[in-house]
């Protein structure tokens, strides 16, 4: 497993889903990881941005991913949404766009060259499933997991490559190494609707609570997903989503990091389960 990593956070990992970055940074040591933090990393558009200016976007990205080259070492996010937007990216980088983009570079001393890869903690947990297995401390025998991917873990296939978007493994391979049980979950794979709760809310609180509903109708302890937007729009909306629905189910909703994190025994306020909006301390 490689063991060093240019850390690309995102934004919402610094304020809204501190949690998430707290959890990461704590799982880290334990599984032989380093993070260095990238020193000057920007937005990477949030997948919005491209549609006002997908030029700037994509300079903006390329800037990202050229910090990481000046590190010598391979990019990892734990946000579903700056994958997407970093490996499309680079996509287009490889395939023709890199010398024009690096003419607007030049003015910032900078030059992207396509040598560092981009990867997320979801696609290195998997790929190294039974080393992280050998580390559990706490295996989870007891906890029930509804697995949401949400749209950016896997979609588009075509951009992202690494899974069936349609019949991805990933993350049930990651939760069973952790010794917890993945419950069937008809929703796993739908949009949480973050991208769209502001022009559109009352069909997105549709969406949070049809998938909080599913999850509770599967008997889950929890709904566990490795975008902290997803996890900030099913936690953070919860209430207010159930409350429109009349529904009672309420299910708590971690970041796969805080997931790992328990099964390695780690503190649940080292996790930031006290930051979690639907109270998760139950499930340390």
Not at 254 to 279: C, E, F, P, R, T
Request: net charge neutral; aromatic share 6%; proline share 4%.
């Amino acid at each position: 497993m490689q063991k060093e990593f240019a850390f690309f956070p995102g934004c919402v990992l610094t304020q809204a889903a501190i949690e998430a970055k707290m959890a990461i940074e704590a799982i880290a040591p334990i599984l032989g990881i380093t993070l260095k933090e990238i020193k000057g990393w920007s937005c990477c558009g949030a997948s919005q941005a491209q549609d006002v200016d997908p030029l700037a976007t994509l300079v903006a990205n390329a800037r990202n991913l050229a910090l990481a080259e000046q590190m010598n070492l391979p990019m990892l996010t734990t946000c579903s949404t700056c994958l997407l937007m970093l490996t499309r990216a680079k996509t287009q980088l490889d395939n023709g766009q890199k010398e024009r983009i690096n003419t607007f570079l030049a003015e910032g001393k900078m030059n992207y060259k396509g040598t560092s890869e981009v990867t997320s903690l979801l696609w290195l947990l998997a790929q190294n499933a039974e080393e992280i297995k050998a580390k559990v401390k706490k295996p989870l025998s007891n906890l029930k997991v509804a697995v949401f991917y949400g749209c950016h873990s896997v979609r588009p296939e075509k951009d992202l490559g690494f899974e069936s978007s349609v019949n991805p493994t990933s993350f049930e391979t990651v939760v069973k190494a952790l010794g917890a049980e993945v419950v069937p979950f008809e929703k796993r794979l739908d949009c949480c609707g973050f991208h769209a709760v502001y022009p559109a809310e009352k069909s997105v609180m549709k969406m949070t609570s049809g998938i909080v509903s599913s999850a509770a109708a599967s008997k889950a302890d929890c709904v566990v997903t490795p975008c902290p937007l997803c996890q900030m729009q099913l936690d953070i909306y919860q209430d207010d989503a159930q409350s429109i629905a009349k529904s009672k189910a309420r299910v708590p909703v971690l970041h796969l990091s805080q997931l790992v994190g328990l099964a390695l025994g780690i503190d649940a306020k080292k996790l930031g389960l006290d930051y979690n909006v639907i109270d998760a301390s139950k499930l340390a």
